[in-house]
């Protein structure tokens, strides 16, 4: 059972972002500042790329811990409703793996940076550089 209300459940639900996360600012900001220029959620690759590199063929994905099943403690699933929420963030990771797959047979190098990994700039730091130099 939902401690909610429908209707106040549906407004958080619906401030829920799909694009400038708060996560994905902190990427972004961190990647300029280290002096790379990207492109942002390219509509004509698979998976829609959070982040692209097109001159070296390299993408980056920012998911948050929830939404892509992630094993951290932010990762767990909700104790209620299971019914709804098992199936749905299953096929959050089917698709997500399906578009690195087919990311990686066009060429391209594919990261994922997740909600929990933000929290330590400098180890976020290189692991951005070592995937872009």
């Known amino acids: 059972m939902d401690r909610v209300s429908p209707v106040r459940r549906s407004e958080i ?3 829920v972002r799909s694009k400038d996360t708060t996560v994905e600012l902190r990427v972004r ?3 300029y500042s280290l002096g790379f220029r990207y492109r942002l959620h390219a509509k004509d690759l698979p998976g829609r790329p959070d982040i692209v590199f097109r ?3 390299r993408a980056i994905f920012v ?3 929830f939404w892509h099943a992630h094993g951290c403690k932010k990762g767990q699933p909700p104790k209620s409703n299971l019914d709804f929420w098992r199936p749905k963030l299953q096929a959050n990771v089917e698709r ?3 578009a690195i797959r087919e990311l990686e047979l066009a060429g391209w190098r594919v990261l994922v940076i997740w909600q ?3 929290g330590d700039l400098s180890l976020l730091q ?8």
């Open 13 to 15: 639900m619906r401030r």
């Open 29 to 31: 900001k961190l990647i």
């Open 55 to 57: 001159q070296s063929r």
């Open 63 to 65: 998911h948050g811990c």
């Open 96 to 98: 997500d793996s399906r």
């Open 116 to 118: 929990c990994e933000v």
């Open 126 to 133: 290189m692991k951005i550089e070592t995937f872009l130099l």
